[in-house]
């Protein structure tokens, strides 16, 4: 009988992290690398009438468009956004030229004479450039509204996030022959590749990426390092010599994507026996200056507009606006942290209007195995919500703080929140984009080798990988090695985003782990590749948001209970609370990892982290500005999982990396709002904010 | 340029360079000592802690000319001790470790602790984190472990 695998291990990156040794992209030496550092735009929106690039001394080189072979665009979606600014530019701090050199105070000096004519053009901050525009429908959602008992109707607001991974996006690279290698802080190493490929417009062996130790990444270097990456190939190119492109603080926290803000309107029809018969939703996400992934990220949002409920009727639009900001992108939750804040919020105005205890008006609604989606696709597993939700109310004594708290009115309150997160690519996107490619090589003395593109940024995925596969073999751990991704030697196993590593990447390391369990011979070299294929039961029609969007769901409650000082209106998390059907976890000590990470981001984007773009320009420019979590902002957490096993992936599990951050903003906000007596609408509820909503806020 | 000597890793060594310099790029660039690490250049996040006579210290904000005749320590020495062996298997057994970035500066900031202290309550540990950025653990394991050491190595400190 085997261990259960979720016995948690020693994680094998442990000793190489702690002790300093672990190499990130600035710890890696390269004889001669010369420094790069980019000159941009300072002005927010307006075109280039001339630049001029002072003399250069000897051995230093200014690179721009015109040094681009293949396509100036980075590839993302749309290729929309230039490696190197051409005329138009966008957004402050929007990349023109690097100035590479041997030394970095030469190059710096070289950018601050670099002169710049513009000329200005009015900036468009509102929505009046919308770039996407989706909508669906699900039942009859006009019969519902016209034939409904009551109508609610409200908005809801988000701010900006950012990463703050504590290493700073970098990235370096060298050529030999015509053949470039990047080494990048990156989480997809092919994003970066196939980009590079159009930026060069050469062939696929003369591109190599590699990723070294990763200092957190969090969407954050999902696909920004693409852009890097593009720089740099093209630098390289023209000047033959291995460089170094390294961000410090403030230019990452200036000109990196960010979580969109969101505007979110919703409207609901309630029947005459308080039930929720039809939700109709606007959706408006600012893309910033490029479009980047945003569309992806507005349809995320749109396919969870209902939240952990299940109803009839629905219609849901959404857009895109492009301003001259600077661009967003990933970040852990992708779309998902906007819609769950606002559908969570929504529900528990509706039932506080409607005089009914607000978990008991959602628990009413919860979706069960075998409802249709918002996109009328199926619930097909089991949906364990209402033993989670028990649980959840047991370990916190949820009901009996929430009414105390109510009637001693001490600026105390109890919030909870419901969520779910898709697993996976949205619809066929991981049959007809990714097609995931993973391998297994064993060598002579038994080693086995998992070649995958998978990223350990923090998540632990070198060490759970290993896990199933020494499980699946039967074999010591010491027996699996799990080299740092390189595209010379790794298939394609897709990017390292979407919750997707250990469900989709991990099922089929499994499933490669059996086949070369099933011919195992000692001592025999075996190579086993394995490819993704979609179960045939997943239809979906992107044109029409129609059909299964995900083929697996993870769901989660989470609890907290906050205190709001009298004087200073700061908010103090007192406990926390989580309990997660996650299918099965493949290492216990790896999941409460990322329950307790996840939720911290989750409960500071709910009230503390505050990022404002004024005018163009983000105001808080580095750490000090930004506040994120330090150990004094945290309170225990105690999370609890329940096993609901799903077929598709590896020993049952589903994803897990993304769920744990979506239901800390809204849990966060409703305690706020529990404890102050007024609405919250708009996160992050910073103290400012508490103070208007105590002065001026609805009840 | 000026001359600057100081003990590093109980070595005495010599630096002619710059007394503007960080003490962040001496270390990494000159000693090539790249177990410290730069995460925000000003300060905060405490990546790039090492010990100046046994204090935590921000070497990013410390400046050549001030570490005149003083005693550096950087992880890379402090992992040969008995010390560190306790931090490491704690932070391991815990799971103190996602990314790792920060990670060698909260060990350092560990040692500075428990060497002051070396039964300190959850809100000192807190208090000696509070220097220390972590995005990812949301640190209650990190003070779990810290607890896990000060336990499992009673009477090294």
Redesign the interface.
């Known amino acids: 009988m085997q261990k259960d695998i979720s016995i948690?291990v020693?994680?094998i990156?442990?000793?190489?992290?702690?002790?300093?040794?672990?190499?990130?992209v600035?710890?890696v030496?390269i004889e001669g690398a010369l420094y790069a550092k980019t000159f941009r735009s300072p002005i927010i929106s307006g075109e280039i009438v001339s630049i001029t690039v002072p003399k250069l001394p000897d051995g230093y080189f200014a690179v721009d468009y015109r040094d681009v072979p293949g396509k100036n665009g980075v590839k993302i979606i749309k290729d929309d956004m230039p490696i190197f600014a051409e005329k138009i530019l966008r957004y402050f701090g929007e990349p023109i030229l690097l100035i590479v050199g041997p030394q970095k105070s030469v190059v710096q000096s070289l950018i601050n004479k670099i002169i710049l004519e513009t000329k200005l053009i009015e900036p468009i901050y509102d929505e009046s450039n919308i770039a996407i525009n989706y909508h669906y429908e699900k039942g009859n959602p006009q019969n519902a509204f016209s034939s409904a008992n009551r109508i609610f109707e409200y908005t809801y607001q988000t701010g900006y996030q950012e990463?703050?991974?504590?290493?700073?996006q970098g990235m370096i690279g060298y050529s030999e022959g015509d053949k470039i290698t990047l080494i990048g802080s990156i989480q997809c190493p092919y994003y970066v590749k196939n980009a590079v490929l159009l930026a060069l417009g050469c062939s696929s062996e003369q591109v190599r990426i590699i990723q070294p130790?990763?200092?957190?990444?969090?969407g954050g270097k999902e696909e920004f390092p693409s852009l890097m990456g593009c720089q740099l190939a093209v630098a390289i190119n023209k000047i033959h010599k291995p460089i170094r492109l390294i961000y410090?603080?403030e230019e990452d926290i200036e000109v990196t994507t960010k979580r969109h803000p969101a505007i979110i309107r919703m409207k609901a029809a309630v029947d005459s026996d308080n039930s929720l018969v039809a939700i109709s939703s606007d959706i408006r996400l600012d893309g910033g200056a490029y479009l980047g992934l945003s569309n992806v990220v507005l349809s995320r949002a749109m396919i969870a507009t209902t939240g952990a409920y299940t109803i009839p009727n629905v219609d849901c639009s959404g857009i895109v606006y492009l301003t001259n900001t600077v661009p967003n992108g990933a970040f852990r939750g992708f779309g998902a942290p906007q819609i769950f804040y606002a559908v969570e919020m929504f529900l528990n105005h509706i039932a506080k209007d409607l005089g009914i205890d607000p978990l008991d008006f959602k628990m009413k609604h919860l979706a069960k195995q075998g409802d249709l989606t918002s996109t009328s696709g199926t619930f097909r597993d089991p949906i364990l919500m209402n033993d989670l939700i028990k649980r959840a109310l047991e370990i916190s004594d949820y009901r009996r703080k929430s009414q105390k708290y109510k009637l001693e009115n001490q600026l105390r309150g109890m919030g909870i929140s419901l969520f779910f997160h898709g697993c996976g690519f949205t619809g066929s996107g991981e049959a007809t984009i990714i097609k995931a490619q993973v391998k297994l090589h064993k060598d002579e003395q038994d080693n086995v080798d998992i070649l995958i593109a998978a990223v350990d940024?923090?998540?632990?995925v070198r060490t759970t990988m290993s896990k199933i596969v020494a499980h699946t073999l039967g074999i010591p751990m010491d027996k699996v090695r799990f080299p740092y991704p390189d595209t010379d030697f790794v298939p394609d196993s897709g990017p390292t985003v979407a919750s997707r590593t250990t469900m989709i990447v991990g099922g089929l390391v499994a499933k490669a782990a059996q086949k070369m369990h099933d011919r195992w011979q000692n001592g025999v070299a075996d190579t086993v590749i394995e490819q993704y294929v979609q179960p045939d039961y997943i239809v979906w029609d992107e044109a029409t948001f129609h059909g299964d969007a995900y083929p697996a769901y993870s769901w989660g409650v989470n609890i907290v209970d906050v205190s709001v000082d009298k004087v200073t209106n700061q908010v103090t998390l007192e406990e926390a609370w989580s309990v997660y059907d996650l299918g099965k976890a493949i290492d216990d000590?790896?999941i409460?990892?990322q329950a307790?990470?996840?939720?911290?981001?989750g409960f500071a984007y709910g009230y503390l982290e505050n990022m404002e773009v004024k005018n163009g320009k983000v105001r808080q420019k580095?750490?000090?500005d930004y506040i994120?979590?330090?150990?004094?902002d945290?309170t225990?957490?105690t999370t609890e999982l329940i096993d609901n096993p799903h077929a598709g992936g590896p020993y049952g599990a589903k994803g897990a990396g993304e769920l744990t951050l979506i239901g800390g903003a809204p849990a966060v906000a409703m305690a706020i709002e529990n404890a102050i007596f007024r609405r919250v609408h708009n996160i992050p509820v910073t103290p400012e904010s508490i103070m208007e909503l105590i002065e001026y806020g609805n009840r | 340029m000026a001359i600057v000597k100081f003990t590093l890793n109980h070595q005495p060594v010599t630096v002619q360079s710059d007394l503007n310099r960080r003490l962040l790029d001496v270390i990494r660039n000159d000693f090539n000592l790249k177990g410290l690490k730069e995460g925000c250049g000003e300060g905060e996040c405490g990546a790039c802690a090492v010990l100046i006579n046994h204090e935590i210290v921000n070497s990013c904000l410390f400046v050549l000319a001030n570490v005149e005749g003083k005693e550096v320590i950087t992880i890379e020495e402090f992992a040969k001790t008995k010390r560190f062996t306790v931090i490491k298997e704690a932070f391991a057994k815990m799971g103190a470790v996602q990314c790792g970035f920060c990670t060698p500066g909260m060990v350092i900031a560990t040692e500075s602790l428990l060497h002051k202290n070396p039964h300190p309550t959850e809100m000192e540990i807190k208090v000696a984190l509070s220097g220390n950025l972590c995005r990812c653990t949301g640190y209650n394991m990190i003070v779990e472990a810290i607890q896990e050491a000060a336990k499992a190595g009673e009477g090294l400190w």
């Open positions: 948690s020693n994680k990156d442990n000793y190489e992290k702690i002790s300093g040794c672990a190499k990130y600035n710890d030496q990463q703050a991974y504590i290493e700073p130790a990763v200092g957190g990444a969090f410090e603080r940024m923090g998540q632990g000590l790896v409460k990892g307790e990470g996840g939720i911290t981001q580095n750490m000090t994120i979590p330090t150990a004094l945290t225990k957490i």
